[in-house]
């Protein structure tokens, strides 16, 4: 994600979850997609792609998905069962600084707030008691006009103290007294992209809501009350707030899995369309025939996995490295050796002529003749710690005319990152499965639609 956490301490508990859990649900859709656009322009906001500027597939168009990825990464079953989403609806969908959002509902009375969704990150905050926060209306955001947490307005929030139990962050060993607030900190990115968020810990109800009912779940969560924001976060990024999903013990999906109220395993899964539809389910394990892999720990809490062999068409690398599994970048990205060893294995084995394009992100890509009826692309997978392949479906993406709108060449989709990451590209057409709980990464090739 775009902002990467360094300074909030694990949450240590250890509670059991039902093996036989209910679900929880939303939809959500790429921020480029057709979806997102018409959804934007219903709602007056400014939309995050215009096809009359970036057409799909046109060199404009990948350039600006490559802008948001390079920003990013400086500084770091839909089967059948009960589904429940924030209490104001699934959907979530792509707004300010090229993240996902929804809105939430927290406090008594409620108080709603659109936040961002982040895989990458582990805390949730909102802006509170506010010193230095992003404004409640500007022109970027559209018509929507946001709100700051009030604290003294909730009769069921809790400020939590340094000497608490429930106080995870660096202030538990820095208490000043008994009394004193528990504190945070967390920053985002490095350098001339950092960003960061810092206040009190506090706790209070979060709205959850069974799809199909009208029924209101209500569970204690703790959050950061968000004082003071630096960087893009007071222009540019989540204005209203932040949800963190990773695989933390202080993620908002650990912390409902733990809530008794609803018996909910701590794993969820993403569904990936070949369009950018898709839709997120808290509490899916997978199904028996998916593939599977280990997570591998490390202290960032992404979900990190690690392969053996990198397989295309019919040549074996036989390559041993890590790497990160996010949804939230566009392209899929490896470190030189292992970016190098792929690219020309791949390129060896089609027909079409090299070209080059410029100002596209990709350095591989292939003319189509004008009466070309088709083309042979060969198959990219990789081999997982463990034996299971995990198959990009589509490892290439298609290049436009944007004056006659024909298909007129193909890239590989995969840049040269200073870390391995397998991004959104190599994950349509396949439902993902994050479970947190058995500390594996589940993947298996799904329709979203059924």
């Not at 022109?139 to 929507?144: D, L, Q, T």
């Not at 912390?255 to 950018?276: E, L």
């Not at 006659?404 to 193909?410: H, I, L, R, V």
């Amino acid at each position: 994600m775009a902002f990467y956490s360094v300074s909030v301490l694990l949450f240590l508990a250890a509670v059991l979850s039902s093996c036989y859990a209910h679900k929880l649900g939303m939809d959500f859709h790429h921020r480029f997609s057709d979806k997102v656009r018409e959804w934007t322009d219903s709602h007056g906001l400014p939309p995050a792609w215009n096809p009359e500027e970036a057409p799909h597939g046109s060199v404009e168009y990948y350039r600006a998905l490559l802008k948001h990825d390079l920003h990013r990464h400086r500084g770091r079953s839909l089967a059948s069962g009960e589904l429940y989403a924030f209490a104001r609806g699934n959907k979530t969908y792509e707004y300010l600084g090229n993240l996902h959002y929804a809105y939430v509902d927290i406090g008594s009375p409620s108080q709603t707030f659109l936040v961002a969704l982040d895989t990458g990150s582990y805390l949730f905050w909102v802006p509170c008691n506010c010193k230095q926060c992003a404004p409640t209306s500007d022109s970027s955001y559209g018509n929507i006009t946001f709100r700051n947490y009030n604290l003294s307005a909730s009769t069921t929030s809790k400020t939590i103290s340094c000497s608490s139990s429930q106080c995870f962050t660096d202030s538990s060993t820095e208490c000043s007294s008994k009394t004193a607030d528990c504190t945070y900190t967390i920053e985002y990115g490095s350098g001339n992209y950092s960003s960061s968020s810092s206040g009190i810990i506090v706790q209070d109800y979060l709205y959850l809501t069974k799809e199909g009912t009208s029924n209101v779940v209500y569970i204690p969560i703790l959050f950061g009350c968000g004082e003071v924001q630096t960087g893009d976060l007071l222009n540019g990024g989540p204005p209203n707030g932040l949800m963190g999903l990773s695989s933390s013990n202080i993620s908002v999906p650990s912390m409902i899995a733990y809530n008794k109220a609803i018996s909910i395993t701590n794993s969820f899964s993403m569904c990936f369309g070949k369009d950018g539809y898709g839709r997120l389910n808290f509490g899916d394990v997978g199904s028996k025939d998916q593939n599977e892999t280990s997570l591998n720990s490390n202290p960032s809490a992404h979900y990190n996995i690690s392969f053996t062999e990198v397989v295309v068409g019919t040549t074996t690398n036989k390559l041993s490295f890590n790497a990160i599994v996010d949804s939230g970048t566009s392209y899929s990205g490896f470190t030189d050796s292992i970016y190098l060893k792929l690219a020309t294995s791949f390129s060896a084995q089609v027909s079409e002529q090299r070209i080059n394009i410029s100002g596209i992100p990709f350095e591989y890509c292939f003319e189509i003749s004008a009466n070309q009826a088709n083309t042979k692309i060969p198959s990219v997978s990789f081999a997982t710690q463990g034996g299971s392949t995990f198959r990009a479906l589509y490892p290439t993406v298609p290049i436009y005319d944007e004056n006659t709108n024909t298909q007129f060449a193909y890239c590989l989709g995969i840049i040269q990152y200073d870390i391995n990451i397998i991004g959104e590209n190599f994950l349509v057409g396949q439902r993902i499965v994050f479970d947190i709980e058995k500390q594996v990464l589940g993947w298996k090739p799904y329709n979203c639609y059924s």
